[in-house]
């Protein structure tokens, strides 16, 4: 039975007042002794004996709560933390008081695990007789599921499979085996790995319970400031994290895009370096969304380095559209109608159905990205089984070696502006805003579609075996030409976001939405003849690939990128 980070993230939130949210779905409500409305700074204002209630609907086992206390490394904070199974009868757990040494999380230990649906921390003052504040609260518990709760913390000691490349636990603590753990010296935490070297790697089950925009806060500290971490879901990467010097324990923070909810693995896959590593606390980010500048080329606002442009112009009279190539791309290229930075921010991609198309094999028009893992790198051929594009990891080893990239997954948050009202009912309000496309075929479409007349639009995905007819997924509404209005659907102009994730033969398509539940799709393309070595190689696409061709010709589909991530093996 492995520890288990139950993450409330409160920011704003206290013990008397200003209790903004909470990230997780566990406690699921949480409610104070009094709302006195006063700045952040006099959140407990005070007044002793107020407290702060969670209730987490069922019981739960905890076996400890950690704190960060607003000017922690000034004064002690003096508290109890209580459990009551009827939110009337309290018994007291802790009775304690901060450190006063740190603006860090400190951990409280409960002498024995306790079970109870409900748990709150009273506020007994503090030794400078003046307001207290608690700004982070978190909770330990264990559970028979296994894996670690996300949004959360993970102390990089209970890692659930390792390789570590020196025989025997150097620092002697904690647990038997390689990995070397040593007793910490920073202020939060107990114990602490380090003596890492090149090609070590840990990793950690972990249950996201919402899906959306995560960062990684990683707890380290570093001499010389060498080596760097890989961080990897489900084998596939989401970042690197080059570790820099530190003059002492500094928690530093990286990007990792969207996680869907469920079981996943975390990896974290080292290279040679002095540092040592405490713990990585995983949490929601949605500051990403609106941190875009709407005063610079889409590029500066996106990592745009791997992909080209196929935009609905003709500018060297070939007549096709033209191709916008990665250093271009990633240079600032823009254009005012079909592809640029919208007022919030976002990357907008539009066309109209008359618009210039990418060959004359092509019905439709689009203003879309195209994967191209070369980086600008033009002795690396477009096509073929090579570094720019990727395979399944089903492929051959020979296959894998030559590829660009192994697996892969696409994730975007967006919200479509616009889609045809004109044309043939077959036709009508479809639009493509993610695909990976193989050398002839198209393992995944991803559409959304909006009928005249109707409110919202659906979702749902086409999957294309090698030659054959495309087999579709409902998602969200239907498909259908005659379908009624999707109860349950999308509207213009409301934001979510998608998965697109290749893991061998399985294709998994997420959609995600704030406050409701994830959508998902899963495909067996075992038999779907992308893995005879025929030369299948494989490319993301994103942005908008409209799908109606006999509407007005100024009649046009439009979206907006908020983010846009392609990650590979």
Partial sequence: ??????????????????????????????????????????????????????????????????????????????????????NQDWT?????????????????YLANNVTARYFRIVDLGDSNETANNITHIKFTSETDEGALVIPGLIEAENYTSSYDSTPGNQGGELREGDVDIWQTTDSSGSYSIGSITDEEWLEYEI????????????????????????????????????????????????????????????????????????WIDLYKNTAQLTALNPNVAPSANFDLTDWYLGVPIDENGDGKSDSISETRLAAGYEHPQWFYTGSDGAMVFKVEIDAPKTSTNTSYSRSELREMLRAGDTSISTQGINKNNWVFSSYSTEDKNAA????????????????????????????????????????ARLYYRKLSGHSKGSIYLAHEPSGGSDQIYDLIG??????????????????????????GNTLLVTIMRDGKPDVTQKVDMS??????GDDQYMYFKAGVYNQNNIGDANDYVQASFYSLSNSHN
């Fill in 478 to 503: 239907t498909s259908s030409s005659s379908a009624a209005n999707p109860n349950d659907g999308i509207e213009l102009g409301e934001i979510f976001s998608y998965s697109i994730k290749v893991t």
């Fill in 207 to 278: 249950n996201v319970g919402s899906s959306g925009q995560y960062t990684a806060n990683l707890r380290i500290a570093s001499v010389t400031g060498s080596g760097s971490i890989r961080l990897l879901i489900d084998g596939i990467k989401k970042t690197d994290f080059i570790v820099p010097a530190t003059t002492q324990w500094e928690t530093k923070s990286v990007d990792l895009g969207i996680l869907t909810t469920g079981v996943h693995t975390l990896k974290l896959a080292m290279t040679d370096g002095d540092f040592e590593l405490n």
């Fill in 92 to 108: 007291t757990l802790l009775d304690t008081g901060s450190s006063a040494n740190t603006t860090q999380f400190e951990s409280f």
């Fill in 527 to 532: 038999k779907s003849g992308y893995h005879t």
């Fill in 404 to 443: 660009g990239g192994i697996d892969g997954e696409l994730t975007a948050t967006l919200k479509v502006d616009h889609v045809t009202t004109t044309g043939d009912s077959s036709q009508v309000g479809r639009v493509i805003i993610g695909q990976i496309h193989a050398k002839d075929d198209e393992p």
């Fill in 1 to 86: 039975m492995r520890f288990i980070r139950l993450f409330c993230s409160i920011l704003v939130c206290t013990l008397l007042f200003g209790l903004v949210g909470c990230d997780s779905s566990t406690p699921s409500s949480v409610n104070t002794s009094n709302n006195n409305g006063n700045a952040v700074e006099n959140e407990f204002d005070e007044l002793e004996n107020q407290w702060i209630n969670f209730d987490f609907s069922a019981p739960v086992t905890l076996s400890a709560v950690h704190l960060v206390f607003y000017k922690g490394d000034e004064r002690t904070t003096y508290f109890k933390f209580e459990s009551s199974n009827n």
